[in-house]
């Protein structure tokens, strides 16, 4: 293999590398979102974090160079959900790395120049680096290729890109060192002592027997209670720790029109399909016919039972050739389908081949052209494994003399299957797709089945224009009748169901019943409490109008924000009072659980063997306080009421099994410590971001 081939090789699994550091690893995946840069305006601001801006330049100079490597790897189309996943990870990366940067540099870590030539050409390379310079049969470390790269590298021969490429790469090599070094100050920090072992020893093995009686919440009707203001100002004070909100939220109200195709949409639909279908069975070039006047424009290729969905499977197989059936409804669309071709061929093949660039060799023809002296080269003896390890751009197969395993029917692009699978052992043959030029060896076939080749045309079910003005006229009339007060009655009046889309982040693409509602989140975010959209938002199928109801501001929210929220709970609340009173005229002069079980009208449950660590009561749920008390009391007592999520609880302790004595606490330490290891790169992190002061703009923009 030439170096510069070599010097490429290494630079692309490099570079696909890059996003795998450990500066990423512990933050987050660096996800982006699939098309251009996201961002309008270069010169506005993203957000700013302690007095620091985030300009759109810096953000979507790394968003973009990223969105490469995504689909590189994952080679998907990104859902409205999942772009808005990705885009508040890619946030939270950012900001991780603009905090812990900043942390770095207070400290003085520094990567010094020793360290740094340790890292790249000592003797025991960074994992990134002794990673792509491994043997691909050993897996081990090979330092003769390290060597030759970087000897490349100093020629002054290489690609000024390339060279570029590769000091990126140390500079994000050595950045996650220095955050290696900074979590490494945190971790040697963290201490188990034998005291903690013992109590987490006993947390998970100390058991406990008990009975209890129980008032449950449900048991009083919300009709029979009275919830005052002071009730909700209680609770709220006692629990505003729980109502810190880390970003803007927003939640609106929607109707929306259904402008699905109506029955006369259909039936035109299905006249267009049913006029093609003459056409269809006349054909002699399937393919040509299928790219003409499908929809979707599927390649023909073979394919084995089970392959085909349902209804054309159940037919196919036993059908002469030209056969049609349909036309029918799969997946929203009118479809027919024509079985072009069937045969009997192998089920799996094993091939191997050469890839040639045309842009590097002068177009298709003379790629072609060298695929062809190549085959003839084979034919005439040479080995074909040496010519792919030489001139195959593909270096993963190349390495290994072209191999590509074996593989079934649907593993490789259309244009490859059909040489591989349609050929015989032996037979060399040159093929053009959109990779490159392949010359292709099959090495063997196994197996043997019938496949059919289907051609398949499409037409989807979509409304016509006069539906969908028909539809959009319905909800632009309901929109011109709004006031801020009359959403409601409106939406009755029209007979609309009103969907609620709660505590909306700025970011956010879709809400449940929409899937594509990142207009409407937009407006949500630059409009006022109780305003209505100022326009019908056109959102697939639907037509939507819209009503902002709440705005949640960031940071500790007010009683009203949390009012509904909260309701529940304090009625729980005001009904825990009341039943707690009952169990306490039912405690006086009692003297067993019993007694206080026939006076309350409850009943006793006995309960065995439950561990602190594990506070679930049987056929109930989770009862921290409850289980908590429990493990703090003397046996054989009647417990004071304790107010649970379920109900109010009075319990009497049977006994306590304590565990073997714990002699040795070092597994016990070690399990604390590794665990304590784990949660605490996040939570540094958690740490930074609240400590900090961030504005976040990009709801207005994105």
């Known amino acids: 293999m030439g170096i510069m081939g070599y010097l490429r090789e290494r630079m692309g699994k490099i570079l696909a590398g890059v996003i795998g550091l450990a500066l990423l690893a512990f933050i987050a995946g660096e996800v982006l979102k699939s098309g251009s840069s996201f961002f309008k ?22 968003l973009d160079a990223s969105t490469q490597q995504f689909r590189q790897q994952s080679g998907q189309d990104i859902t409205p959900q999942i772009s808005s996943y990705l885009q508040e990870t890619t946030w939270n990366t950012y900001l991780s790395q603009f905090l812990l940067n900043k942390e770095i540099e207070k400290l003085g870590i520094t990567i010094g120049a020793a360290e740094s030539q340790a890292m790249v050409s000592g003797s025991n390379p960074d994992p990134q680096i002794a990673r792509q310079f491994s043997d691909p049969k050993t897996g081990q470390f090979d330092k003769a290729k390290l060597n030759q790269f970087l000897a490349y590298l100093q020629s002054g021969k290489v690609d000024p890109a390339q060279l570029e490429s590769w000091n990126d790469f140390l500079k994000q090599l050595f950045e996650a060192k220095k955050v290696q ?13 034998s005291l903690d072992a013992k109590d987490d020893y006993l947390s998970k093995n100390k058991l ?18 009275k919830v005052s203001d002071d009730d909700y100002s209680s ?57 003409i006047n499908s929809e979707t424009k599927s390649p023909l290729v073979y394919q084995k039972k089970g392959s085909l969905e349902p209804k054309l499977d159940s037919v196919m197989f036993s059908a002469e050739k030209g056969f049609i059936y349909g036309p029918y409804i799969a997946n929203g669309s009118y479809k027919v389908a024509k079985l072009v071709d069937s045969r009997i061929g192998p089920d799996s093949v094993k091939a191997r081949h050469i890839l040639l660039n045309p842009a590097t060799e002068g ?62 052992t032996g037979d060399i043959k040159i093929v053009t797709s959109q990779f490159g030029v392949h010359l292709i060896q099959v090495e063997d076939q196994k197996g043997s089945a019938k496949v059919v080749k289907v051609a398949i045309i499409d037409k989807p079910l979509q409304a016509s224009s006069k539906t969908q003005a028909a539809v959009y006229s319905k909800a632009q009339a309901f929109l011109s009748a709004l006031n801020k007060d009359n959403f409601d009655a409106e939406a009755k009046k029209n007979n609309l169901a009103v969907r609620n889309a709660e505590d909306v982040s700025g970011t956010a693409a879709a809400v449940p019943g929409l899937d594509n509602a990142r207009e409407i989140v937009k407006w949500a975010f630059k409009a006022e409490k109780n305003d209505f959209s100022d326009q019908v938002f056109a959102v697939g199928d639907k037509y939507v109008v819209a009503r902002l109801t709440t705005v949640k501001p ?89 107010e649970g999520l379920q109900g109010v609880y009075v319990y009497t302790v049977d006994s306590f099994i304590n565990p073997a004595q714990l002699t040795n606490a070092v597994r016990e330490k070690q399990q604390l410590s590794q665990a304590l290891l784990q949660r605490s790169e996040g939570q540094v992190l958690d740490a930074l971001k609240d400590k900090a002061n961030v504005k976040d703009n990009r709801a207005k923009f994105l």
Request: glycine letters at 8%; aromatic letters at 10%; a positive charge.
């Open 554 to 642: 960031k940071g500790v929210l007010p009683l009203d924000a949390v009012k509904k929220q909260i309701e529940p709970a304090v009625k729980n609340m005001v009904k825990a009072k009341e039943l707690m009173a009952k169990f306490n005229s039912a405690l006086n002069g009692s003297t067993s659980i019993d007694q206080v079980a026939q006076k309350a009208g409850s009943k006793v449950v006995p309960v065995q063997n439950i561990v602190f660590a594990n506070p679930v009561i049987p056929g109930a749920a989770a009862e921290y306080k409850l289980v908590g008390s429990i493990f703090g009391s003397q046996p054989n007592k009647l417990s004071k009421p304790v």
């Open 235 to 291: 609770y709220y004070n006692d629990h505003k720790s729980e109502f810190k909100n880390n970003q803007e939220l927003r939640s609106f109200n929607f109707v929306a029109f259904n402008a699905a195709p109506s029955k006369d949409d259909s039936l035109a639909i299905k006249a267009q399909v049913d006029k093609m279908v003459g056409e269809f069975k006349a054909t002699t070039n399937d393919s040509l016919f299928v790219q």
């Open 181 to 193: 070094k900074y979590m490494a100050l945190v971790s040697n920090g963290l201490y188990v002592n």
């Open 363 to 424: 177009g298709v023809d003379k790629a072609l052209a060298k695929a062809d002296s190549l085959k003839k080269l084979i034919e005439g003896g040479k080995p074909f494994g040496d010519l792919a390890k030489m001139y195959s751009i593909d270096k993963t197969s190349g390495e290994k003399g072209g191999d590509l395993g074996t593989f079934g029917r649907g593993a490789m692009i259309p244009v490859f299957e059909d040489a591989a699978f349609n050929g015989k």
């Open 208 to 225: 406990v027997n008990f009975k209890y009686t129980t008032l449950d919440y449900a048991s009083i009707p919300d009709s029979k209670i």
């Open 41 to 62: 305006d270069d010169a506005s601001e993203i957000g700013e974090v302690n007095g620091q801006v985030i300009s759109y330049a810096d953000f979507s100079k790394k």
